[in-house]
């Protein structure tokens, strides 16, 4: 039994541990996202996306954030943080399988519990993880599969102009509106997912576990704004309503 109960932890502590890594890529890609709206109220978003040679001197944060984005340091990150996506997809599904497995059935929790009891998304992280993948898989081939995959394997064609792609993913509304959903459901995934990277580790008691809900909420909170405010700011400006 103590072997057993240990390595379910490991199991839980192998998913926390690539969730975190995950929440840190997902910071520094918003932050850099989010520089195209600062390019907005600076007036250098559809002045560097219109003019070649305003762009090739990288004269717009988010032209720079995208060079930075392509640095070798990146470029090395990049397999790095496919493998993390993968354990913690993998892990996702065990840890689920396992779950079902134990309580005899779909029903997830067999008695009530702090996480059973905390919210819709805590009961439902396995249904929010499979929403997040197939949504990912539809950004990746608007955005990756035009700059980094051409760039790093010559495979496709190569958009140079991330300004461009912005407009032309966000321009159309119904495009804006699966994005918003998949913002929506990372919302919910992370916010339960922090709290609950740390009760991993032990920071399990009342106290943190109220301290940890309201970090996890703001730190997902400002996640998804940062990812909300560059697709809204990105079809404003594609439909001419923004200068």
């Given amino acids: 039994m103590p072997n057993a109960f240990h390595y379910s932890i490991g199991r839980k502590f192998i998913q926390a541990v690539s969730g975190a890594f995950l929440i840190i890529f997902l910071l520094l890609h918003g932050t850099i996202n989010f520089f195209s709206v600062i390019d907005s109220f600076t007036g250098k978003f559809g002045v560097v996306a219109a003019d070649e040679k305003l762009f090739s001197a990288g004269d717009g944060l988010f032209k720079?954030?995208?060079?930075?984005?392509?640095?070798?340091?990146?470029?090395?990150?990049?397999?790095?943080l496919a493998l993390g996506l993968l354990v913690h997809i993998i892990y996702g599904c065990y840890l689920t399988w396992k779950n079902i497995k134990a309580r005899g059935g779909v029903k997830r929790y067999e008695e009530k519990s702090v996480a059973a009891a905390d919210s819709w998304a805590a009961k439902n992280m396995f249904v929010l993880g499979i929403v997040i993948l197939g949504i990912l898989f539809f950004h990746l081939s608007h955005f990756w599969a035009k700059m980094q995959l051409p760039e790093?394997?010559?495979?496709?064609?190569?958009?140079?102009?991330?300004y461009y792609l912005l407009c032309a993913t966000f321009g159309k509304?119904?495009?804006?509106?699966?994005?918003?959903?998949?913002?929506?459901?990372?919302?919910?995934?992370?916010?339960?997912?922090?709290?609950?990277?740390?009760?991993?580790?032990?920071?399990?008691?009342?106290?943190?576990?109220?301290?940890?809900?309201?970090?996890?909420?703001?730190?997902?909170?400002?996640?998804?704004?940062?990812?909300?405010?560059?697709?809204?700011?990105?079809?404003?400006?594609?439909?001419?309503?923004?200068?």
């Fill in 173 to 243: 509304w119904w495009m804006l509106v699966i994005y918003l959903i998949w913002f929506a459901a990372i919302w919910l995934h992370l916010c339960h997912g922090f709290w609950s990277m740390f009760q991993t580790v032990g920071w399990n008691n009342q106290i943190w576990f109220k301290r940890l809900k309201v970090i996890g909420a703001i730190v997902a909170s400002l996640i998804v704004f940062l990812f909300v405010a560059t697709a809204i700011n990105a079809f404003l400006q594609a439909n001419g309503f923004l200068g």
């Fill in 152 to 162: 790093m394997f010559g495979i496709g064609d190569f958009e140079n102009n991330p």
């Fill in 64 to 80: 720079l954030g995208c060079d930075f984005m392509s640095t070798p340091f990146i470029d090395i990150m990049v397999p790095i």
